[in-house]
């Protein structure tokens, strides 16, 4: 319990909004670009590993899978460890595990070596790291939290354009076992970026303040509350359960035009080094698209209407799909990258911006686990449903379409349940406080007036009536 309590952030402590922050975003962006990418750059040995082990493609697909899988289903783990130890130990735990899966990877004598090394070990490593840290990055921005969302979520688009390069210079240079005991070692700079996770501590009193104060001794007294290692009551946030239910729909689509773009240009006649270059093309726009969505989402008049532009964000995406399955030449699926890039980097720059304004700080760890293990279901449906549909009909013109209708459904259910259901909530409070505030009126009560200074109030105008007694004898006393 002392991890929860020293790394949580304390009652009173505002967020710095800068200073060391700046590391700890840092580290986030770090974490962020190997917890994304690499999934994705470890597909670049599977040529490798198939001529190894002599298995099929779909066999070695699974290693991305169960990776995506360890990353978003143990999201109430990641919750429960982080509220039970704190940040910063957790991810250091999280930085060696990612390096020792791909290190006992390496040596592997059969496929299934693999699934358990890199898809589970450094599965579950990465995880206990990338949650945590944006559990840190939400404590230290509060002001400039956007702007932090999505340069952070930059790392994403930054570590594929440089893992995928390298990760085919390491397979020529050492072949795929030397390649991921070299990767292993560079997941160990995790437990650097968990050095920069500095819990964040409440101001010390002055010494005189602290004697003179005896409230605050009789504070220290008082037994501290147990924290929840799973906080379940943000289900009853209608807020919480309108964007689950839309980040769940979403995901369905939403990771489907990249798995399936560059065999969609295969498929019109395009080369594969063509092809290919349709990613670079997206995760470029991706890439600078992120933090400047971030900095849209800061000002004053767009943050408070944030959730409607990260709907307007994934109808974007979605509509985007529609539009794109519609594409007949290699011209027409660059155009679709370049508006896809733009899309795809504004939901990722919003995703987790929009629920840490949902949920708040304090309960920020437990939703965040909670919300990732609904999307891990998703995503473990979502691109072989749309498979299924290919192998069916042989067009991925329909692929798109679906993928497309799935992400404008999730916009359509978090924009009309933030209208309808959201701002009713909000309204509430205030009413109840109008209520409160008049009520207290009536009564004559001041409920900003401490009992001290009820006390000197009396003892001052105990002291104007004897003044004026003393006044009063004085004059008849004067001839």
């Known amino acids: 319990m002392g991890g929860a309590v020293v790394d949580d952030a304390p009652p009173g402590v505002k967020a710095p ?36 082990f002599g298995v099929g493609y779909s066999d070695t697909a699974w290693i991305s899978s ?10 109430p783990l990641c919750s429960v460890l982080v509220n039970r130890y704190g940040c910063r130990p957790v991810m250091m735990v999280g930085g060696v595990l990612a390096s020792l899966g791909m290190t006992l990877a390496s040596f592997s004598t059969s496929i299934i070596h693999i ?131 839309a980040a769940s729909i979403m995901v369905l689509g939403l990771f489907v035009p990249p798995v399936f773009v560059v065999n969609y240009a295969k498929a019109l006649g395009n080369e594969d080094t063509k092809s290919a270059l349709l990613l670079t093309i997206l995760g470029f726009v991706d890439m600078f698209a992120r933090p400047t969505c971030g900095l849209i989402a800061g000002m004053k008049w767009v943050r408070p209407r944030c959730v409607y532009l990260f709907s307007f964000a994934i109808i974007f995406n979605g509509c985007t799909d529609l539009i794109g ?58 691109p072989p449903g749309a498979g299924r549909l290919l192998d069916a009909t042989n067009k991925y013109m329909y692929v798109f379409l679906l993928a497309g209708c799935e992400v404008v459904l999730s916009a359509i259910v978090i924009a009309l349940g933030n209208f309808f259901c959201i701002r009713k909530k909000q309204e509430d409070p205030e009413a109840k406080m109008e209520m409160a505030v008049s009520a207290a009126e009536r009564d004559g009560l001041n409920p900003g007036v401490e009992k001290g200074e009820d006390e000197e109030g009396e003892e001052e105008q105990k002291g104007m009536e004897n003044g004026s007694e003393n006044d009063t004898n004085e004059k008849h006393r004067a001839p």
């Open 115 to 245: 699934y358990l090394c890199t898809g589970v070990i450094t599965g579950l490593g990465l995880a206990l790291n990338f949650q945590p840290s944006l559990i840190m990055l939400n404590r230290y921005f509060s002001e400039k939290r956007p702007l932090a969302n999505g340069l952070a979520a930059a790392g994403s688009p930054v570590a594929l354009c440089c893992l995928s390069p390298l990760g085919q210079v390491l397979q020529y240079q050492y072949g795929w076992r030397g390649g991921f005991l070299i990767l292993g070692g560079m997941l160990l700079n995790c437990c650097a970026c968990a050095a920069l996770m500095r819990p964040l501590l409440p101001p010390k009193k002055p010494q005189e303040l602290e004697m003179s104060d005896p409230t605050a001794a009789e504070e220290e007294k008082k037994p501290q509350t147990k924290k929840k290692l799973l906080d379940f009551s943000v289900f009853n946030d209608r807020g919480f359960l309108i964007y689950t239910i």
């Open 17 to 52: 909004d800068g200073g060391w922050g700046w590391a700890v975003l840092v580290g986030c962006f770090v974490i962020t670009g190997f917890s994304y990418a690499f999934p994705k750059a470890v597909s670049v040995f599977f040529k490798e590993l198939i001529r190894e």
């Open 66 to 75: 169960i990776l995506l899988a360890m990353l978003y289903g143990t999201g």
């Open 325 to 382: 399955s519609q594409a007949t030449d290699y011209t027409g699926l660059v155009i679709f990258c370049i508006f896809f890039g733009m899309s795809y980097g504004m939901v990722g720059a919003l995703q987790f911006e929009v629920l840490m304004a949902i949920v708040g700080t304090e309960k920020f760890s437990s939703a965040i686990g909670l919300v990732l293990l609904m999307e891990a279901i998703a995503v473990l449906v979502g």
